[in-house]
């Protein structure tokens, strides 16, 4: 007798142990060092030796079957054969537009301040950097372009909107035209009624606060910066049109039962973003950002990498120019991440990169995580 997992359900190996991934429930099993061995041993397509209480377990739980003899199981799979086999690059799925870089405030959380957070790229920021701030004109040739390569959301940002009010409103109504999923950061204090409604049929809006009861509106999203003594409190208190981005003071600040760093992190995963995830990073991947200056990096956060400024080149030809270049961001799946190499859970695993990177101090490095795959424990 054979026992096989079911082509929706992926055995991923770490070091010592493994994960089934139920790509049609969207759960994931973690499996102790003997299960890991007998689920293994099983895709392997060995028969099956003794009475196996797991086999059974996994049978009950739909992730696979008995069968009398060998059997091939093709696992699901998303997309056509032959469009993986083109050379076209693949899908920009988001980008950020920092169309302003003023702001009277002085946030604690700020980039500016060098606050690292978690979600800093949808928040806003000014930063103490110089360059002159494209035009709206030079914006609508941006969204034209990225509508042109297929673009599916962009992101509105850049330090207080209501400053640049006028260029802002401009900006969106020529943007609506061409794309559906739209998005606008606002900080809190800046958010009035009359703002909201001129917003209504322009952008999703976005809500930037350091207080988790300020935003009580189910149409509005809340995206809360927490300082790490709050974060389980907060996480207690997590709404479901709220983000938690988590301020990090440095490493020391840290702890083993923090959200970002125990089981917390490992999040039910769909089968689109298992299969992306396979190939790309879970943030990075399709995604870019365009300064307010005109430069293009692979994230808000990451400043200091930088695919080339719009102001020399159209969009276009930067995204053909500087291709293996923003691939390698792209491409810089938890398969490369230190650590996450030989972890079980990394392709269902959250990882910020620009978060990861100003911690460790390396583009690769990995601190918010306190399992040891070595050892298959977590600290």
């Not at 949808?122 to 709206?136: A, D, F, I, R, Y």
């Amino acid at each position: 007798m054979y026992f096989r997992l079911n082509p929706e359900c992926y055995l991923i190996k770490g070091e010592k142990l493994g994960a089934i991934y139920d790509l049609i429930d969207e759960k994931i099993y973690a499996l102790d060092q003997q299960e890991t061995q007998i689920v293994t041993s099983c895709e392997k397509n060995n028969p099956v030796r003794g009475d196996e209480k797991l086999l059974f377990k996994l049978k009950q739980l739909r992730t696979g079957k008995f069968y009398k003899n060998k059997v091939y199981i093709q696992k699901l799979r998303l997309g056509s054969p032959i469009k993986e086999m083109e050379s076209d690059p693949p899908a920009l799925d988001r980008a950020f537009l920092e169309i302003n870089n003023t702001c009277n405030r002085n946030c604690w959380f700020c980039g500016y301040n060098g606050i690292k957070r978690s979600f800093g790229c949808m928040g806003c920021n000014k930063w103490n950097e110089n360059g002159k701030t494209l035009s709206v004109e030079k914006w609508k040739v941006i969204i034209d372009e990225l509508r042109d390569l297929d673009c599916k959301d962009i992101f509105i940002t850049g330090g207080d909107l209501t400053l640049v009010w006028n260029k802002t409103i401009e900006i969106l109504d020529y943007a609506t035209e061409k794309f559906r999923n739209i998005y606008i950061t606002l900080h809190q204090q800046s958010l009035s009624p009359i703002k909201v409604t001129e917003l209504s049929n322009r952008a999703n809006i976005i809500v930037q606060t350091d207080d988790i009861n300020t935003v009580q509106s189910r149409d509005l999203v809340a995206l809360v910066v927490v300082e790490p003594e709050e974060w389980e409190k907060a996480s207690n208190a997590k709404r479901d049109n709220m983000l938690l981005s988590f301020a990090v003071k440095g490493c020391d600040s840290l702890c083993s039962d923090l959200p970002m760093m125990s089981k917390k992190k490992i999040l039910p995963i769909s089968m689109y973003k298992f299969m992306d995830n396979l190939q790309y990073h879970p943030c990075l991947g399709h995604t870019l950002a365009i300064c307010y200056n005109g430069n293009t990096i692979p994230c808000p956060m990451m400043r200091s990498h930088s695919f080339g400024n719009v102001n020399d080149v159209e969009l276009y030809t930067l995204f053909e120019k500087e291709w293996e270049e923003i691939n390698k961001y792209w491409e810089l799946n938890l398969d490369k991440i230190e650590k996450c190499t030989s972890c079980e859970f990394r392709y269902t695993c959250a990882d910020c990169r620009a978060l990861e990177e100003s911690l460790s101090g390396k583009l690769n490095g990995k601190i918010l995580c306190n399992y040891n795959p070595k050892e298959g424990v977590w600290l």
